[in-house]
Structure formats: C-alpha cells, structure tokens
C-alpha cells in the first residue's frame, strides 16, 4: 500500500543522499517500500548510476519513457546470457542457463516461435473451459467464516494446475513444478528460501531437467501434440538443447507459466481490498473484469525489473552509457510514472487504456504467456464474483525477498459465513 505522503516526507527514502539510492535492495521488496526511492529517482535522476551495489555498478532506468527506449532497442542492449543476462545478479560462471529469454536474435526469434503456438488464440479458445471448470472447482473448496491462506489454496493451486496442462505433467506430481519454479527464482540469500546457495540450485534444476528430459524423449517418438514438451521435441530450434539451455528453457516456461500469474491472483485480492471503491464498483459491473484485470496487473508488477547490458556506447536520458554497462529497467518503477499513467498509485479498473503498462515488457521479449495470464486472471474474477462477493484481507501478505520477481508468499484472508457473503 502507498504510504500517506506525510509519513512518507519522513520516510528513509527521502533522508537517502541520492547517491546512496540503491533499489536493488530485495529488503525494499520485502518490507514494500520501495515507492518513494523510485519517486525520487524518477524525480531527480531518472536514469541515476548506482556505483555501488551488492551487484556491482548499475544503471537504475525509472521512467515509463526511457524503460521503452532501452525494450525497443534490442540491437543495442543485450539480453545475452553471454553478457549477463536479464537479471541485475548475474548468473555464475559455469552455471549460467541460457534460455531465449536470455538471447539475441536470430536464435531467440527461433526458439520463441517454437513454443508461441501454445498460447496462440486459437489454443487459449480450447483451454477456456478446462481452466473454468478447474477453476470452480478450487473455489467451491474454500471454507467460510474461517481464515485460511489464499496464495497456497487459490492462486499456487490454479496456477499450478495450468503448469501441468501446459506441460501435460503427471497430474499428482504436479506441485514439484511449483517447487521448481521457486528453486529458480528464489534468493538464496533468504533464510526462506527452498535451496541456500547456487551449487544447491543447480543441483535441483538439474533434477528438474532430467525429470522432464524423460518425458521430453517420450515426447519425442511420439507424433507432435499441442505441449511444451512436445513442442521442446519436435521443433527444429529446440531440438538437441546443451543440458545448460534446456535447464534453462525449463526455468523460463516454468517460472513465466506460474509464478508471476500466481502473484497477480493474490494481488488482485489485495488491490481490490486496498480500494474498497473500485472492489464495489465490480460487483455492481462486473463487464469490467478485462480491464480491471489489465489495471491489477500493471498495479502488481510482478517482475520488477529487467537487466541488459549495452553493446555499444550510447545515449538515454541525457546520460551516456557505456558499452558493457548493465543497465537495469525498473517496471516497478515505469508503472508508476505519472507522467505516463494518471494517478499511478491508485487502482482504477475503468482506466481508458488498462493495457497500456510495462508489466509485460515490450519489443521483441514482451511476455508470451500474456494472453494466458489475462485469461487465467478473467476466469478467477468471472467465477469468484457470483459466489463470493466479499473476500476480506485478514492481516498483511507475507512478501517475498527478491529483486526480480515481485512476489507473495502468504495472504490470509476470508469469506464470510453465509448469509454474510453479499457486499452492503
Ligand atoms: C501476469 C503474468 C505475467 C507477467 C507479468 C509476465 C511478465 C513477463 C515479462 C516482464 C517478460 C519479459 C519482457 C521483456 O523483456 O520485455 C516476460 C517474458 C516471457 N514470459 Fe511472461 N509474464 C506473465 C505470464 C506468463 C505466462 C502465463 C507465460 C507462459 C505461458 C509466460 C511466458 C513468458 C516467456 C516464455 C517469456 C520470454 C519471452 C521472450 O524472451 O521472447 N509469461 N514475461
């Protein structure tokens, strides 16, 4: 929740030199206080180098205008793995995990297209009813008049689920995937977190990619079928993956397919719960859905930022960058640019264009799975409305440390008992 600007005049972020303004801080995610140090960024030095950081030195990007400069420029900065990356912490040597995520074209356009025709229109029509009905399902579980935690009951459970459609994983194993999704994202640094150093990570991906490596060889001598793994087998691009890559391409769909989907779902509740306005004005229409979808995830954030390192010296905002420099673009920070959003701290779901936000990036990266995602979140909110009009936040999230994934790991919350359920 934005900080009432009175304590926030009082607040660390204000007292900060700017030269001591380092938003690569996971703590700042954690604790969720991030707003005013990009407030001031964005205020004072909208594209501000950090020389000094746990990451080494960095340029902080902040402004809605120059994070779409540096996404449609991919000739210029690099998502290479080879260079570092897209995260502010590079992978370490010998164990980096090249993915397209992490390539230039031509093989990021290559092995993108391989995998693309999985969320295309036409597949996303065919999931609809399997995700409704799933949907439902998990819903009609929940209990009334009692607290319980809608991140593991409602939005790790549906997004899982989807994983292993996608996938078409082992129904009953499904949850390792989840595992492995927060293997691979997780700060090791965090005494919460699933694996405590990269050795360890590594070693669990591992598994994770000799798990699906049977199934992709099964896939394999079988004819194509409409599944990541089976189109992993049979396209051209992605035939034959270094073991590196494949573990690597697995840590993207994974990771892309779950967690940012479940930290919307989860946001969602907590958004419309902050603005009890915007939460009353969807019950009385709920045609707003799309839009208030879009509008919870630009408010959200779930990836907070992106990393490339510039290939050739270069020009933004003012500042020359430097060929080799890592410059990171802070979505968490664009989103609420004021400049490019009207009143970005609030919720508004009627917003003229909800779309038009960075949580999906843009250019040649911008998120496959966003049609998905949307359509996950609109199902949610089609079936959660008629049967639960109020879904009240019983304390706060458990918020998880990260600098890259803006994530939530607990949100206890409530339905009332019936009879108690529709909104005044
Ligand atoms: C609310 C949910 C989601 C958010 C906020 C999100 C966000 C993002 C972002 C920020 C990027 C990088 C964009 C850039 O560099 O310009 C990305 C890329 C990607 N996302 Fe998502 N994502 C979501 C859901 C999904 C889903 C459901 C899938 C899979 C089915 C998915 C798969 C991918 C893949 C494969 C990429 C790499 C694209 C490329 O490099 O060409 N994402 N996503």
């Given at each position: 929740m934005s900080p009432p600007l009175d304590d926030a005049l009082q607040s660390p972020a204000d007292r900060t030199p700017l030269d001591a303004v380092?938003?690569?801080?996971?703590q700042l995610y954690q604790d969720d206080t991030w707003y005013r140090y990009f407030a001031r960024l964005r205020g004072e030095?909208?594209?501000?180098?950090?020389?000094?950081?746990r990451y080494g030195p960095y340029w902080a990007v902040t402004k809605y205008k120059d994070i779409m400069q540096v996404e449609v420029n991919h000739q210029v900065y690099s998502s290479s793995s080879e260079l570092g990356?897209?995260?502010?912490?590079?992978?370490p040597k010998d164990m980096e995990r090249p993915s397209f995520i992490r390539m230039d074209p031509p093989k990021h356009d290559d092995q993108r297209k391989v995998v693309s025709p999985v969320v295309a229109p036409a597949n996303l029509a065919n999931m609809e009813g399997v995700i409704r009905e799933r949907t439902i399902r998990v819903l009609e579980g929940l209990p009334r008049g009692e607290t319980f935690d809608w991140v593991d009951r409602v939005s790790v459970e549906l997004t899982t689920m989807m994983l292993a459609t996608l996938f078409d994983y082992p129904w009953e194993d499904r949850r390792q995937l989840t595992y492995w999704s927060d293997v691979a994202i997780?700060?090791?640094?965090?005494?919460?977190?699933?694996?405590?150093s990269e050795e360890e990570r590594f070693a669990e991906l591992t598994k994770m990619a000799q798990a699906l490596g049977a199934l992709l060889n099964e896939r394999a001598a079988q004819p194509p079928k409409f599944d990541l793994l089976s189109m992993l087998a049979h396209g051209e691009a992605t035939q034959g993956m270094p073991i590196r890559e494949f573990m690597g391409t697995l840590a993207l769909l994974i990771v892309g397919g779950n967690d940012t989907t479940r930290n919307t779902m989860s946001g969602s509740i907590m958004a419309l719960n902050e603005f009890p306005g915007e939460y009353q004005k969807l019950r009385d229409n709920p045609s707003l859905i799309p839009g208030m979808v879009s509008e919870v995830i630009r408010y959200v954030t779930p990836v907070l930022h992106m990393r490339r390192t510039a290939k050739e010296d270069t020009e933004l905002g003012g500042k020359t960058i430097k060929q080799g420099d890592k410059v990171v673009i802070w979505y968490v920070s664009g989103n609420r640019d004021p400049e490019a959003i009207e009143d970005p701290d609030r919720l508004i779901i009627?917003?003229?264009?909800?779309?038009?936000?960075?949580?999906?990036?843009?250019?040649?990266?911008?998120?496959?799975g966003n049609r998905l995602a949307e359509l996950q979140l609109r199902i949610l909110w089609e079936e959660l409305l008629p049967r639960y009009p109020v879904i009240e936040v019983m304390g706060p999230a458990k918020r998880l440390?990260?600098?890259f994934i803006h994530g939530i790991r607990a949100l206890p919350v409530r339905i009332p008992a019936v009879g108690r359920g529709k909104s005044t």
């Open positions: 380092d938003v690569s801080d996971p030095d909208p594209v501000h180098y950090v020389r000094d950081s990356g897209i995260q502010i912490e590079d992978q997780c700060n090791v640094n965090s005494p919460e977190s699933p694996v405590h009627d917003r003229a264009r909800p779309r038009q936000h960075l949580s999906f990036g843009f250019g040649i990266h911008r998120c496959v440390y990260s600098n």
